[in-house]
């Protein structure tokens, strides 16, 4: 019997950590942006009062902003320069609730492959001034393609070829958020680069 209420108990621990999650899209075209989200779950009855994550110094942050969560807790959201050490606080007695507390946007570089982007170093406060653990959420990957790779599948081929055609025809949305978008230039390029040449979109 004890082992159980041993184990009722450790359960309602671990459902109740506060997480810190980051997630963002699964790809992003070589040298362009995209917007990441912080999200906060786990924090009811903790009367969590402000946080702290850093990110990658090796990567491209923007100033954050408040997200949802914040602005109802009246918290501001700042980074140090870079965008890496990251503080959410305010000046009042207003405890969070779960939702997104913050999105940063990321300049994805040009060396195409999978890039990781930890949080690390998080830290809470309750309202009163106690420490609150905060445990990372799943580590938020995403795949640098070339803007001439159409669907961000990974590799070039016949397939981005057709879908760029199609959306160029109107027959389905376009997903280019490079430029010159879903035109012409930009299917000869992806055609050109299928075929092995330098992909001119860069």
Same mark, same amino acid.
């Given at each position: 019997?004890?082992?159980? /209420?041993?184990?009722?108990?450790?359960?309602?621990?671990?459902?109740?950590?506060?997480?810190?999650?980051?997630?963002? !899209?699964?790809?992003?075209?070589?040298?362009?942006?995209?917007?990441?989200?912080?999200?906060?779950?786990?924090?009811?009855?903790? %009367?969590?009062?402000?946080?702290?994550?850093?990110? !990658?110094?090796?990567?491209?942050?923007?100033?954050?902003?408040?997200?949802?969560?914040?602005?109802?807790?009246?918290?501001?959201?700042?980074?140090?320069?870079?965008?890496?050490?990251?503080?959410?606080?305010?000046?009042?007695?207003?405890?969070?609730?779960?939702?997104?507390?913050?999105?940063?946007?990321?300049?994805?570089?040009?060396?195409?492959?999978?890039?990781?982007? !930890?949080?690390?170093?998080?830290?809470?406060?309750?309202?009163?001034?106690?420490?609150?653990?905060?445990?990372?959420?799943?580590?938020?990957?995403?795949?640098? /393609?070339?803007?001439?790779?159409? %669907?961000?599948?990974?590799?070039? %081929?016949?397939?981005?070829?057709?879908?760029?055609?199609?959306?160029?025809?109107?027959?389905?949305? +376009?997903?280019?958020?490079?430029? !010159?978008?879903?035109?012409?230039?930009?299917?000869?390029?992806?055609?050109?680069?299928?075929?092995?040449?330098? +992909?001119?979109?860069?």
């Amino acid at each position: 019997m004890k082992r159980i /209420v041993i184990f009722l108990a450790l359960a309602r621990i671990l459902a109740a950590q506060v997480t810190l999650t980051l997630t963002g !899209p699964p790809a992003i075209y070589a040298g362009q942006t995209a917007v990441l989200t912080i999200s906060l779950s786990g924090s009811a009855g903790q %009367n969590l009062a402000s946080m702290q994550w850093t990110l !990658p110094a090796s990567l491209n942050f923007s100033a954050p902003s408040a997200g949802l969560a914040s602005l109802l807790a009246s918290k501001a959201v700042s980074c140090n320069q870079g965008a890496c050490s990251c503080v959410a606080s305010g000046v009042n007695s207003y405890a969070y609730a779960d939702g997104t507390v913050a999105t940063i946007v990321l300049t994805a570089g040009t060396t195409l492959g999978t890039v990781s982007v !930890p949080l690390s170093g998080l830290l809470g406060a309750s309202t009163t001034a106690t420490a609150v653990a905060i445990a990372s959420g799943p580590t938020y990957s995403f795949l640098t /393609v070339s803007p001439c790779d159409y %669907n961000q599948d990974g590799s070039v %081929n016949y397939v981005d070829v057709l879908a760029l055609i199609n959306a160029i025809q109107g027959n389905v949305a +376009c997903l280019a958020t490079f430029t !010159p978008g879903c035109s012409m230039n930009s299917l000869k390029a992806v055609a050109t680069y299928a075929r092995g040449s330098p +992909c001119t979109l860069l």
